[in-house]
């Protein structure tokens, strides 16, 4: 199943099956009013929604209409929680270098995750504000998985079978903040904006065989402006989501809806380009003495997209959004 | 004003008023379903509320009764965000020495916010689970803001305005897992479990004088097993909760509701004793070479009460909760 969200006015906005072309959609509201309730009341609402699927692939579905991405919210506006990985180690040892930070202890055997704000998501069209340009503009291409709750101390087969949906996501980041909030060892707060989700939340079933081992087997492309910057491949995670997801409940339960990332997805392969800007201009600064990529200015557009590994496209939709002064 | 949350099987509970003898309550679910309802339509709900507050002072509301604070759940079950600030720089500074860490850059004039999640608050007497006794548990006896919605960018003044209601709370921490995350510079995630909240939550106006420079300069009477660790004031924080609302508004609107912290209340008097056990045992490592102070253990209890300069309690209640095993 592939869930959207349109915006009605209220805070979840309100619930739309989208057919698996992606140019037809269903208003699923009678079920549950949004994605959150129905991750709430998954036990009730997962029959009703996959008949209301099939009728729509069907052609039976009454009331279908036209998809528009651009009226969607994120799948899931607010979360109970939002707790983004840095699964990549690639990603992670280029940024160890980037924000100048020493070499994260056990780095390569404990995940590291950071608490984000989870109420307040934007949407794939969403115009980005920033109260300035001078923060280190950056994005970050990820993948995530949302949960059904889990109980404190879950092991990560259980968190496996906990995990209800896929979505991709741009984690916003304020580089030069972030240098100097990770020096706090408090974690990033002013560094990480609003994050942004591709309109489509699909059930891992629908990403068949690109869905294995509890890992997001497609590419993330990437362009600023039109212009390429990654394809990299979210297989090369070194925890998988149901590690991620099982750290994350470690020492407290975890509530439906909650939303566990990725971290930005990175391989070891250069070719793959990267997808952020500040592991690009790492690279540029080994390779080449110095980085000659900026950061995002106003106006900037930054489109993501993810794709099967024989170009098809995924599921989840395209993020499209512009970087804007705030008021 | 005064607020409290009975548990009525919804997810944010049900609004009560509370009586400024704190013996009476009356259900104000007429006028807003819930607290959290309340905050985000303030401008609605501020003059009927008030009003039923005033009638309830009179003995002249309909239906008031009894308030236990045993059924309370916390006042905002869940929130928007949780940012908890460190403002009490004694309590950083000992705390850099107790997780042995290196001193926090601009400690002194830039302040350090973590994000914590916000989606499965305590009440003042549910028990605190945790998966064992190894993670070194702490309590960190805390005041706190809840806001109405702040802009991005916001100032200080601004964020002032914004301050609809004070709240006293126990940030539960796990030590020996924190004393590795903030190596990691990502914060503290599995280090810190639900949050704990006094039964009720008071607009600005119910501490008097109290209440000034944005700061509760109340004493924070904290007990485990019921022989005293601390009574330091709220007044010697080094950030009013004015400068944290802005600093976390920074790069990101706020929504209405969301929760912002003091950190461990602390003074430079030793004599006030601590409001949190990692410093009592790093003030014993100093003064006496070790730490003779023991973390949490399963059946321990943990009391926090704020008090007015004259002894008075304040208008928070009682926090009292006991240390469980989980499951």
């Known amino acids: 199943m592939r869930f959207a969200t349109y915006d009605d006015g209220s805070i979840d906005g309100r619930l739309l099956v989208v057919a698996r ?12 009013p949004n994605l959150l309730a129905a991750l709430q009341h998954w036990q009730a609402c997962e029959t009703p929604l996959r008949r209301l699927s099939d009728d729509l692939e069907a052609g039976k579905a009454a ?19 939002w707790c983004d990985g840095s699964a990549f180690l690639n990603h992670g040892r ?10 994260i202890p056990d780095f390569d055997t404990i995940p ?29 291409g990820e993948f995530g998985v949302v949960v059904d709750q889990v109980e404190m101390g879950a092991t990560p087969a259980e968190a496996a079978r906990s995990i209800r949906l896929v979505v991709q996501l741009n984690d ?9 909030e990770v020096r706090t060892g408090f974690g990033f707060l002013q560094s990480k904006p609003s994050t942004s989700f591709a309109p489509v939340a699909a059930t891992p079933d629908e990403l068949g065989s690109a869905w294995r081992d509890e890992r997001v087997h497609m590419n993330l492309l990437i362009a600023r402006n039109g212009e ?5 491949n979210g297989g090369e995670m070194a925890f998988s ?14 509530k439906a809806g909650t939303i566990v990332g990725s971290g930005t997805v990175s391989n070891a392969d250069r070719a793959a380009g990267s997808s952020c800007l500040a592991e690009r201009r790492i690279i540029e600064m080994i390779e080449a003495g ?30 499209d959004q512009k970087v804007v002064a705030a008021r």
Chains 1, 2 share one sequence.
């Open 172 to 180: 916003w980041s304020l580089r030069t903040i972030a240098m100097r």
């Open 241 to 254: 989501f149901a590690q991620l997801v099982a750290h994350c409940a470690a020492t407290r339960r975890l």
């Open 290 to 319: 110095e980085a000659r990529t900026p950061f995002l200015k106003f106006g900037d557009r930054v489109e993501m997209q993810a794709r099967y590994s024989d170009g098809r496209e995924g599921p989840f939709g395209r993020i």
């Open 112 to 140: 590291v995750v950071y608490q984000g704000a989870s109420d307040d998501f934007l949407g794939p069209h969403a115009d980005i504000p920033f109260v300035d340009e001078d923060g280190g503009i950056d994005f970050e």
């Open 228 to 232: 390429r910057v990654g394809s990299a």
């Open 94 to 103: 280029l940024m160890a270098q980037a924000l100048k930070h020493a070499p």
């Open 63 to 81: 009331g279908a209409f036209s998809f528009e991405p651009a009226r969607c919210l994120a799948p899931l506006p607010r979360a109970p929680q």
């Open 21 to 32: 072309s992606g140019s037809r959609a269903v208003d699923a509201s009678a079920i549950a």
